[in-house]
């Protein structure tokens, strides 16, 4: 009976959690074009250092390094998390770069993309099971994407880009197990990059290309704030992934995208052609079909374990 309960709480836990990381990824866009003084890499360098120079802050007054160091001791949780940072870090490029250079909506749909990417790699990885709903909602989406690429003369790389590389790194943290916590976690995965951020900078420094004091205290500070804008929402998303099936944690993701694409179309002003429209109601239409289905089979669940549960006979 204490099962239940503790369930449910992890539940709701994971829904906050990833309502919050996803609300905070969707608001982006508006962040990065404050940096927009600094190069894609630029950034991304500064956005390593400085949450790893934050997490181990925030380890230690956790008191939680013991944990950071079981995991550099573990080689299989270690390689997971390795390769989730090698992945996060080629996400971070290329979304920098596509905010900073007004292609915000390739940004978005790759977001739109990657939740249905992320029930795929379910079936395919976790060995999950879709059903026909959402078999359709991926078959949907993949029209779209041609949609997409026929209007604009070429795939959208982008933003197949941006939806592959979260798609993996989700699914790499889901197999670096849920007993590394959060912090760790991302620990562990900056302290991996931090060596081609430091040479990144470098090589930058040698070229004349960095900008940390490009306009005196408020640049500096803008590149350091982005230690805490990375570490919120990814130790949001961590948590999220350590207490929801991949099924739900994808569905969530369009929270993001949806923002993306309100700041795109109604603030940016980037232009959306005929075949862009058909191509996101599209995927749209998909997302809803899914989502709905999924509500549908948690209602049957519910009720099937209700049925399933033996009453009580009265003592005596």
């Known amino acids: 009976m204490s099962q239940q309960p503790a369930h449910a709480r992890a539940s709701r836990a994971g829904l906050i959690f ?23 890499l630029e950034i991304v360098a500064h956005r390593i250092l400085w949450s790893l120079l934050l997490c181990l802050g925030l380890l230690a007054v956790t008191r939680r390094l013991p944990e950071f ?4 001791r573990a080689p299989r949780q270690f390689g997971a998390l390795a390769l989730a940072a090698a992945l996060i870090a080629c996400n971070w490029l290329v979304y920098v770069y596509a905010a900073t250079s007004g292609q915000i909506l390739q940004a978005s749909l790759g977001y739109f993309i990657n939740p249905l990417l992320t029930v795929m790699l379910g079936v395919l990885v976790l060995r999950e099971r879709l059903r026909p709903a959402q078999w359709l909602g991926v078959g949907i989406a993949l029209v779209a994407i041609v949609v997409i690429a026929v209007g604009q003369g070429g795939p959208p790389w982008l933003a197949l880009a941006l939806a592959v590389s979260f798609g993996f790194y989700g699914l790499s943290k889901k197999q670096a197990g849920r007993s590394i916590a959060p912090i760790p976690s991302l620990t562990v995965e900056t302290l991996v990059l931090a060596p081609l951020a430091l040479l990144a900078l470098a090589w930058l420094g040698s070229r004349g290309q960095t ?12 590149l350091m704030s982005t230690g805490v804008a990375t570490t919120l929402p ?20 369009y929270i993001g995208p949806s923002l ?20 996101f109601a599209m ?9 709905i289905d999924a509500l549908h089979a948690q209602h049957r669940r519910r ?14």
């Open 211 to 222: 900008h940390f004091t490009v306009h005196g205290t408020r640049s500096a500070l803008w």
């Open 260 to 279: 993306q694409f309100v700041i795109a179309v109604v603030i940016a002003h980037e232009p959306m052609s005929p075949s862009r429209w058909i191509g």
């Open 69 to 72: 160091v079981a995991v550099l």
């Open 283 to 291: 995927i749209w239409a998909a997302l809803l079909l899914v989502s």
């Open 234 to 253: 990814l130790i949001t998303f961590a948590a999220a992934a350590r207490r929801l099936p991949l099924r739900t944690l994808g569905l969530l993701q």
């Open 303 to 316: 009720r099937q374990a209700a049925a399933n549960t033996p009453e009580l006979e009265p003592l005596g």
């Open 18 to 40: 990833g309502v919050t990381c996803y609300t905070v990824w969707g608001l982006f866009p508006l962040y990065v074009v404050q940096l927009e003084f600094a190069s894609a």
